[in-house]
């Protein structure tokens, strides 16, 4: 009698659904959730990208934002424009994130042969 349960159990088919779910689920969510992390790393990236490049023009062509009376003046105006670029984009930069290295005018000259 009990050789008979037991073939009686392993013919059942009530819960192959749920022990399939309960196998697929785990790596079909990780796909999922890798998916949208690695597209939020791909966003970050490029919103740093941008700040860096708005930034650096900032300084370069001394735009109001980081200029005071037509000449680079301050790097607390340009940490602050900096910031303000980021958070336009969604990501908080604190002020010790942000490292300026403006570069003289004479180096930044470059030589060519003649």
Known sequence: MRFGALQILGQ?????????????????LALLFGTVEFGRLL?????????????????AILQSGCTAG????SSSN?????QQVASQWGVTLQSGDIQLTPTPPAAAQLAFPR
Not at 13 to 18: H, L, P, V
Not at 70 to 73: N, P, S, T
Request: hydrophobic share 45%; proline share 2%.
């Open 43 to 59: 966003w970050t990236e490029q919103a740093l990208q941008e700040t860096a490049i708005a930034g650096a023009r900032c300084m």
């Open 12 to 28: 059942a088919q009530g819960g192959t659904s749920a022990i399939e779910f309960a196998l697929v689920a785990p790596a079909f």
């Open 78 to 82: 340009t940490t602050s424009y900096v």
């Open 70 to 73: 037509g000449r680079y003046y």
